[in-house]
């Protein structure tokens, strides 16, 4: 709408001169008329010139191809890379760790303790879950395994009791270690869970929400079916667990401690494997964990997120195995330039749970080599 044809619709709709709040006449006499904009036309050889100049032909302003076939490749995802979370039965076993949970006689602080607590793991029976599981054991706690394969649960229950008696052998006492089912998706079958681990343990005092997967489709093409799934075990589950937990511990009128096994890909997109359905679960996790923090924090419950980077379980070998051009790719983004075992992870978790770090809540704790960063 041009400047005259605004003068037409004040005259024709008002009578006499018409003021503006200042007073002044509103008349076009007193406004300069507007101008049109110009620009300079590209010279004909300038296409060329994107092509002989580098720098030029690194901007926005260059033709496709200008910096070669690489532009953009190693920042976009490959919608033909579908990679389905496998069926129960042909899922790896994660191994125990070995050398973990022996006598030591390095000197460290005493609040890293996990003695006389009691953890529970959701995810516990493979991969992640299992490895901080087996780390929070050496560190002094008792154990409860849930997991959606119960016999699996129970096999590395007893995996892991036998690792610790073979290196500590003077101990009389072994660690309480017990394996659940569960469907973290489902409020009754969490319910059921939590009681179970109850009557047999008699107290939770610390939660580790391990249990989550991932797929690769893209967008369009991911069945919804599957979507919700994946949202009701990364989200719903977390959530889950987490309420049920931080209600015990509000009835018994103690503190604890909640860790939600996050993801870098909460923080960023991952590349080439499309995977915006789970990236966004992860990110929700992140804000679910701040929230809880808050909403907590009067309670003596502390909320914090691990977001792991690429890491080495078994899961990710027989992936990488079958997909090994994703290998190259992803430790090309990786600062450190390798990627992460689940090892990495006990330390990190084992902060968290214990009193070295009770002044700390609502934090997410990156262990990705530095993916993020750049």
């Known amino acids: 709408m041009s400047f005259h044809t605004i003068t037409r619709i004040f005259r024709s709709e008002l009578t006499g001169p018409t003021r503006l709040t200042t007073g002044k006449l509103f008349s076009p006499e007193r406004f300069p008329k ?6 300079t036309a590209i010279l004909t050889n300038a296409k060329d010139d994107f092509f002989n100049d580098p720098n030029l032909a ?21 919608g033909s890379l579908q990679i389905e979370y496998p069926p129960d039965s042909e899922m790896p076993a994660q191994p125990v760790v070995q050398g973990r ?16 607590k009691v953890s529970l793991v959701t995810g516990g029976a493979r991969g992640l879950g299992l490895v901080m599981a087996q780390g929070l054991v050496a560190s002094g706690s008792d154990l409860a395994i849930v997991d959606l394969n119960k016999a699996e649960a129970e096999d590395q229950a007893q995996r892991l009791i036998e690792q610790f008696h073979k290196e500590n052998p003077e101990l009389d006492q072994l660690p309480n270690i017990t394996a659940h089912y569960a469907d973290v998706s489902s409020p009754d079958s969490v319910n059921q869970a939590l009681t179970e681990v ?39 589950g977390t959530y889950l667990f987490a309420t049920g937990v931080a209600k015990h511990l ?5 503190p604890g401690s909640i860790v939600m096994i996050r993801s870098m890909s909460g923080s960023i997109v991952n590349v080439p494997q499309p995977q915006a359905p789970y990236n966004a679960a992860k990110a929700a996790v992140r804000h679910l964990a701040a929230s809880l923090a808050v909403e907590w924090a009067g309670h003596g419950i502390r909320v914090n997120c691990i977001s792991p980077g ?14 090994p051009q994703l290998r190259e790719k992803w430790t090309s983004l990786i600062p450190l ?27 997410d704790l990156r262990v990705d080599g530095g993916y993020t960063l750049t």
């Not at 967008?219 to 979507?227: C, E, G, L, S």
């Not at 379980?313 to 990488?320: E, G, P, S, V």
């Open 337 to 363: 330039g390798k990627m992460g075992t689940p090892e990495d992870l006990i330390g990190a978790v084992t902060f968290l749970l214990s009193d070295a770090s009770k002044y700390v809540t609502g934090a």
């Open 34 to 39: 507007p101008r049109s904009l110009s620009y």
């Open 250 to 254: 509000m009835e018994r009128n103690s």
């Open 198 to 236: 109850l009557e047999i343990h008699n107290q939770i005092d610390n939660l580790v929400t391990s249990a989550g997967f991932t797929e690769n489709f893209d967008a369009i093409n991911y069945p919804f079916d599957r979507m919700q799934k994946l949202w009701g075990v990364n989200v719903n």
């Open 310 to 323: 690429y890491m080495l379980t078994a899961l990710t070998r027989k992936i990488l195995d079958e997909n």
């Open 101 to 116: 949970g022996g006598m030591h006689f390095k000197r460290t602080l005493p609040s890293f303790s996990l003695e006389n």
């Open 58 to 78: 690194a901007t926005n302003k260059a033709p496709d191809g200008a910096s070669g076939d690489h532009e953009g490749q190693f920042a976009r995802t490959d």
